[in-house]
């Protein structure tokens, strides 16, 4: 069985070599690989994403990219049991966003496939601060999200981990996200398999 642990803090408190050293010291065998750090997250809120992330360069560059990391997780005896890929992928502040995203996703799984990580996990579609969707909408356009990866997914072993997200507003505190509902989650997984045709989700 392994132990696994997120590398966002520890990785970007004390570097790459140090990090993975400090994780593999500590007892851990895996980690849940922070690919989210590639996107500048409070600009994307703001509805910047003119800087880009690296996962909308070639498979080459992406892999070159990561190679540091890659050879640290080796010397240390540690493997990625998944990864997170960047979000947000929906903001009022930033149309195009999304379609600009299923690139950024379609990528990530190509990675992921390339260097043996079997899970990503990509945040679907949820309301933050100011939106005001419906339930409907949300779920309507998690499905077309999803649905998207699925002809990447095919060529692939990887398998998408829907993340089951809260959402935050002032004075009203933490309530559900998507994939919040057990109920509404599981049958979006199966019907997304079934499209499929293998458990891609």
């Not at 996703?105 to 899970?119: K, T």
């Amino acid at each position: 069985m392994d132990l696994s642990v997120h590398t966002k803090g520890i990785i970007r408190e004390l570097g790459i070599d140090a990090g993975y050293r400090a994780i593999a010291e500590a007892g851990f065998t895996a980690v849940d690989w922070s690919l989210d750090l590639s996107w500048n997250r409070s600009a994307i809120y703001r509805g910047d994403f003119s800087g880009g992330c690296v996962f909308d360069r070639s498979l080459d560059q992406v892999m070159e990219y990561y190679a540091e990391e890659l050879v640290a997780m080796k010397k240390y005896g540690l493997r990625a049991a998944q990864a997170h890929a960047p979000y947000p992928c929906y903001s009022i502040y930033a149309p195009g966003l999304t379609e600009y995203a299923i690139g950024i996703y379609r990528r990530c799984i190509e990675f992921c496939a390339s260097v043996g990580v079997p899970f990503l996990v990509i945040h679907g579609i949820t309301r933050l601060y100011t939106e005001e969707l419906s339930e409907q909408e949300v779920e309507a356009q998690n499905y077309a999200l999803y649905r998207s990866l699925i002809p990447t997914l095919r060529k692939t072993d990887v398998v998408v981990c829907m993340e089951n997200i809260f959402t935050r507003r002032e004075g009203l505190g933490i309530y559900a996200g998507v994939g919040s509902d057990a109920k509404a989650a599981a049958e979006m997984i199966d019907s997304l398999n079934r499209e499929a045709g293998k458990e891609c989700f």
